[in-house]
């Protein structure tokens, strides 16, 4: 969708300063943090930054700016990576901050919900659910970092989805402020009301572009008695496939993570995290990161179903974390992959999901691809194999750095990134699994999404958003349809 605003006028300035105080705004000058994109490929631009503390000052800012037809960019934690939080062609944008609105309202625990503002981080969620015995199961690496609102404006997925579901699963109640400056209030923990269209699905997902979720009713569940995480030593993809559907015939739904590595990958991290080991004596190529919870037991019951694949030769080998320390060391192989990437010098990061039964054809056919570009290109295949989201992560040959094969091969980062889009496409796969469309991706949505989803889209957006003021620029390339 296009940049098509208004840039805010000295009066429009000021009234958006009166309304949060002086200690709610920002100049842009000021504001780096807020422009910087985790993967360096773009740099944020605006006008101000403001920080509202409240809903009401939300909706204040979001009518000044709607009726001035000024541009407003949601901002989260930050930690996004298809630059969905961030105007990179024009400077006449509002950042609109939730960092102050970062307050957990209440603990629901006989309805097993807690209601938090939109600006909590994710990490102090799970320590509030915590303290009351209660878990809120949605996690990833960024969770010290990343915002509630941010994840729910991308239906944020994570390690936990195989057991637990996205963002979108695991949120009861949405409070939002929409583009015309009303209130959307529905935080009540109802699990059923079917009164309608479900506002709050519309809501999630739509990444700024609809509404500013400013708080939410997220779901509790209890802590299970026992986990236990293992890393099992596997022949290929596949074969992590068919041990996940034997584990899960024996012990049910208790799987809660399933992270498929490469040996590749395990060698980077531990490479650029000397601390790490990989906790085999015998080198292989492929690794699954299995976590199960349920209750007291779980742990021998697992025990005894590995043994069994062991004899029926389904994996090669398992190491079973005895403590919290030796559990910690097998997920900082797995949570320190995206900072491995980085300083290895990928220069492509994909998100993509295919069917669960086509991963392992997916990730053979996208390897054929990217070596049938060059060669010397090296892959870290890694991701939520449960529920089908790869990410390939693609490096220079070694001993180049990103920018000098970069600047020598201009063309090879849209060639790779086209090349998974294309392999995504021949095995019914989405281009986004988790991380959204944002700036990144529109054109990428324009050409494999369907003209049916894209009139939807667009008609939806100049049903809510007529003026076009709501996160501009991502997800769509053009302007809503009058």
């Not at 490929?41 to 909706?59: C, H, N, W, Y």
């Not at 939002?176 to 506002?199: C, E, F, H, M, Q």
């Not at 000397?274 to 199960?292: G, K, N």
Request: aromatic share 4%; hydrophobic share 40%.
């Amino acid at each position: 969708m296009s940049s098509s605003f208004n840039a805010p006028g000295s009066q429009v300035l000021h009234d958006l300063k009166a309304v949060v105080g002086d200690e709610g705004w920002k100049p842009a000058a000021d504001g780096a943090r807020y422009f910087e994109d985790p993967r360096g490929r773009f740099k944020g631009r605006a006008s101000l930054i403001v920080l509202p503390d409240s809903t009401e000052q939300v909706a204040q800012v979001v009518r000044i700016c709607n009726d001035a037809k000024v541009g407003i960019v949601p901002f989260s934690g930050g930690t996004g990576v298809v630059a969905g939080q961030m105007s990179v062609d024009s400077d006449a944008a509002i950042v609109l901050s939730l960092e102050r609105m970062n307050k957990v309202r209440e603990v629901l625990i006989d309805d097993g919900a807690i209601v938090v503002e939109a600006g909590c981080i994710l990490e102090n969620i799970h320590h509030s659910a915590s303290a009351h015995d209660l878990m809120f199961p949605l996690s990833m690496a960024s969770k010290g970092s990343c915002c509630i609102g941010g994840n729910l404006a991308t239906n944020a997925g994570g390690i936990q989805v195989v057991r637990h579901g996205n963002a979108r699963d695991l949120c009861l109640g949405i409070e939002a402020v929409l583009p015309d400056g009303s209130i959307y209030s529905a935080l009540s923990p109802l699990r059923k009301d079917n009164t309608g269209y479900d506002l709050r699905h519309l809501l999630i997902g739509s990444e700024g572009t609809l509404g500013i979720i400013t708080a939410a009713t997220l779901v509790l569940k209890p802590v299970d008695p026992e986990t236990v995480t293992v890393l099992c030593a596997i022949a290929s993809p596949g074969a992590g496939l068919e041990l996940y559907k034997h584990i899960r015939k024996q012990l049910g739904e208790s799987i809660s993570a399933l992270e498929l590595m490469s040996d590749f990958g395990l060698r980077l991290v531990t490479t650029h995290f000397p601390a790490l080991s990989i906790p085999f004596t015998e080198d292989h190529d492929w690794y699954l990161l299995l976590e199960a919870s349920g209750p007291t037991g779980i742990r021998d019951r697992l025990e005894e179903v590995l043994e069994a694949c062991l004899e029926g030769e389904l994996l090669f080998d398992a190491v079973v974390a005895q403590s919290q320390t030796q559990q910690k060391s097998l997920w900082d192989l797995r949570e320190n992959t995206p900072e491995a990437n980085r300083a290895g010098g990928a220069f492509c990061n994909s998100d993509t999901s295919v069917p669960i039964s086509k991963v392992g054809a997916f990730i053979a056919q996208t390897t054929r691809m990217i070596h049938d570009i060059h060669p010397g290109l090296r892959m870290n295949t890694y991701g939520h194999i449960g529920d089908g989201n790869i990410h390939h992560n693609v490096l220079p040959p070694e001993g180049i750095s990103k920018s000098e094969f970069v600047a020598t091969h201009p063309e090879i980062v849209k060639a790779v990134r086209m090349a998974i889009n294309e392999a995504t496409r021949m095995f019914d796969g989405s281009i986004s699994a988790e991380h959204g469309i944002g700036r990144l991706k529109t054109e990428d949505l324009e050409l494999y999404a369907s003209p049916e989803k894209q009139a939807l889209l667009r008609r939806i957006k100049s049903a809510l958003d007529p003026n076009n003021i709501m996160n501009p620029g991502a997800m769509m390339t053009d302007g809503p349809a009058h």
